[in-house]
């Protein structure tokens, strides 16, 4: 900051500055462009659109805040989007994280074969999400799956996984755990960077191993461990794909029985490129910009037990 | 004297009991991860007979192995396996393309207040990309590009916070004397930037490459927008046409899906150390 106000009040620099400013901005002159073109442009425009009735065909025409009003007082199906994506953050994301963080402390016990079990994890995770969501779709099938065979073979009754409203929200978060390898091998990856001898020491003076995990192991990978909820509470706010193969039906609708898997992404698409509405969708996209922000700012203000320990 | 004997093979045996917890849990968990690809390739080779029979056949007697071939012709798989390898290509190209010379900027070229300019940049990572979905979209309709695959290929061109980010640690850690030698030298920055930087950093942009080119392949939401000529789709849009027909043929779905996984997996198995690499780089970003 310190540095910028100095450069304002003496805009004068040096003549070998002034190069350096003018070839170093031609050099990130895509990443302007980029800035603008993509990102702070279009923000304000769904801004602007927010605030309008806009089906594409007519121009838009202003409306005020009746977009908002609306979904807020009288959208029910907006309603369920926003409960079912918090389920999916609240539940979900800590659910797959605590798991995640289980088995990279398992692989991180030094057994053998250690590269096999990497890949065998991280498979899922690069494949293509349609080609694997349609394996679950007939894993998960009410009448053919074999997680039903399964079922039947133990002596309990079948269950809707995807056609029970109770059902669908843990079925999908149970597929992805199967998604979540590069989180585990992102976890891994900091473990085996945590320094030995701090748990040798630790050891020597009589601490057993959840001890070492939790007052050792765990503060030295924090920082880690804060990325990936940072990163993934922004991405499971935008969940769509698997939920939208899951329950996409013949004609071209998604969202389940009763939009018991209605997510938040999932209704905007409808509303603004299947319904056309797209100052009502650009409402509903501000308003996810607002959580995803608050989401954010709130996690950074509670970040105190992120240890940040000095490079060697 | 035997207290501590004692003692000792305890720990041995308890090493043991833990070591051998720890493999059975790995294993089963080994097999659960596995047991849906077995169950999509298995599934891949049943008889449309098979496929309802129940209890399933966990290995089909007479695997069809046409079921591949004929996968490929129910849809047009070629067609939309290669354009997605096209915008794939073109994405993987835009970003390295573009993410290098502005982490150079960023990074080897010390003009005042490009600290900041980067903070600002690296915010855009967190923003939802549905928040300049509908804009963007509009834009690429005036533009006359939706149908076409411009408006997927086009944006890599600027940049991508964060593989500007990977490939600007990458680069704060070359020594700056190395450019100051080639600068007295009488190299420009565009020399410095093609004969020296470009050749370290190859290990990096080589995992840019990867992971940009895995993401796009991935992608659905993208094509599932601007792609709206059936003959355009990518492979992901693809496998949603068995959804749509009517007697859903689950053999060829499956056997068209295994295809369209192969290309990841097998880039996996011939990438894995740059992979292994690119997973511990996002890590060190906390």
Known sequence: ?312 | MTASIHWRENRIVQDRIKKAIAYTIVIIMAVAYIFPLYWLIVTALKTDVEIFQQPPPIFPPNPQWQNFGESTTYIPFWRYMWNTIVISGLTVLGTVLSCTFIAYGFARIRWPGRNIIFLIYLSTIMLPSQVTLIPLYLIFRDLGWVGTFLPLVVPHFFGNALYVFLLRQFLLTIPLELSDAAKIDGASELGILWYIMIPLMRPALAVVALFTFVQTYRDFLGPLIYLQNQQDWTISLGLKLFQNMYGAQWQLMMAASTLAMLPTIVLFFFTQKTFTRGIALTGLKG
């Open chain 1, 1 to 312: 900051m310190y540095q910028m106000a100095f450069t304002f009040r003496r805009p004068r620099l040096s003549k070998q500055q002034r190069r350096a400013l003018i070839v170093g901005l031609l050099f990130i002159s895509p990443a302007i462009i980029g800035f603008f073109v993509f990102n702070i442009g279009p923000i304000v425009q769904s801004l602007q659109y927010s605030f309008t009735r806009y089906n594409i065909l007519q121009p838009p025409r202003w409306v005020g805040l009746n977009n908002y009003k609306f979904l807020i007082e009288s959208d029910r199906v907006f309603r369920i989007g926003i409960s079912n994506t918090l389920y999916m953050v609240l539940i979900g994301l800590p659910i797959h994280l605590v798991f995640n963080m289980l088995m990279a402390l398992l692989l991180n016990t030094r057994i053998k074969g250690l590269s096999l079990y990497r890949s065998i994890f991280y498979i899922p995770s690069i494949t293509p999400v349609v080609a694997s969501t349609i394996v679950w779709l007939w894993i998960f099938n009410g009448q053919f799956g074999i997680l039903n065979e399964f079922l039947k073979f133990v002596g309990l009754p079948p269950i809707g996984w995807l056609t029970d409203p109770k059902w669908v929200k843990p079925s999908l978060i149970f597929m992805g755990a199967w998604f979540g390898g590069n989180t585990i091998l992102i976890y891994l990856a900091s473990l085996q960077d945590v320094p030995y001898d701090l748990l040798e020491s630790a050891e020597l003076d009589g601490a057993n191993a959840i001890q070492k995990t939790f007052r050792i192991t765990l503060p030295m990978i924090s920082p880690v461990i804060f990325y990936t909820i940072i990163v993934n509470v922004i991405g499971y706010f935008q969940y769509f794909t698997e939920a939208w193969v899951m329950t996409a039906t013949r004609d071209g609708s998604a969202g389940g029985v009763a939009n018991s898997a209605m997510f938040y992404s999932m209704y905007l698409y409808q509303t603004a490129f299947q319904q056309f509405k797209m100052g009502y969708a650009s409402a509903q996209a501000w308003i996810l910009f607002m959580i995803v922000l608050i989401a954010t700012v709130f996690l950074f203000k509670t970040a105190g037990w992120v240890y940040y320990h000095a490079e060697d």
